[in-house]
């Protein structure tokens, strides 16, 4: 067994299996995707419980709605006017390719509904590995924050990788597997905040 599998397998033991993304839909998903960006998830949280106190958690209700009244509803996550435009814009991406349910269309590759996503004003590499894991159920490997300082801290590879090179390493290394990179992401996430907290606490 490789290093970056002996690690999954230690964290597993150590903290359960996580439940991770919390979200009732898979556009839920998608949208939190958006709002996420530049916040923490508190804010996250409150912005989603906003667009569910109006109906306006589908791509339907969020590609018609006003875009003031979106604005509004998801001020808490910081940088609102930006993230109801990329709401929209992804919205409306995902209703005009049959994807809203979180479900490939015939004809349609994981690399290339990737390649759809990054063309989208405001999805990056991190926003959209999110939306295809946690969505979508496809094995794309999400380096984020926590990704890089747990490379950095088990010494798997450079923590200065590139996002794609990084994303690789991690792919070649585990099996191609969605349930894999979605437990494994969320526990380095878990063991991230497990030792600021420790950090915190000395």
Not at 98 to 109: K, Y
């Amino acid at each position: 067994m490789n290093r970056v599998l002996q690690l999954y397998e230690d964290l597993l033991k150590k903290y359960g299996q996580p439940q991770w993304w919390p979200a009732e839909s898979p556009f839920e998903v998608a949208a939190g995707a958006i709002l996420t960006q530049n916040t923490n998830w508190k804010n996250v949280e409150k912005a989603i419980a906003k667009l569910k106190g109006l109906n306006l958690m589908t791509a339907e209700a969020i590609a018609d709605a006003d875009t003031k009244a979106l604005e509004t509803a998801i001020r808490s996550s910081g940088y609102f006017r930006q993230k109801a435009g990329r709401l929209k814009i992804l919205s409306q991406f995902l209703l005009d390719n049959g994807l809203e349910d979180g479900a490939l269309t015939e004809g349609l590759s994981p690399n290339q509904l990737r390649e759809d996503l990054l063309a989208l004003k405001g999805v990056g590499p991190e926003t959209a590995d999110c939306i295809l894991l946690y969505a979508f159920d496809l094995p794309f490997f999400v380096i984020d924050a926590y990704t890089r300082r747990f490379v950095e801290k088990h010494r798997l590879c450079a923590s200065d990788l590139k996002y794609e090179k990084m994303r690789e390493f991690f792919e070649i290394n585990l099996p191609k597997d969605a349930r894999i990179y979605n437990q494994y992401h969320a526990l380095i996430i878990i063991d991230g905040k497990a030792e600021q907290a420790r950090t915190c606490d000395t």
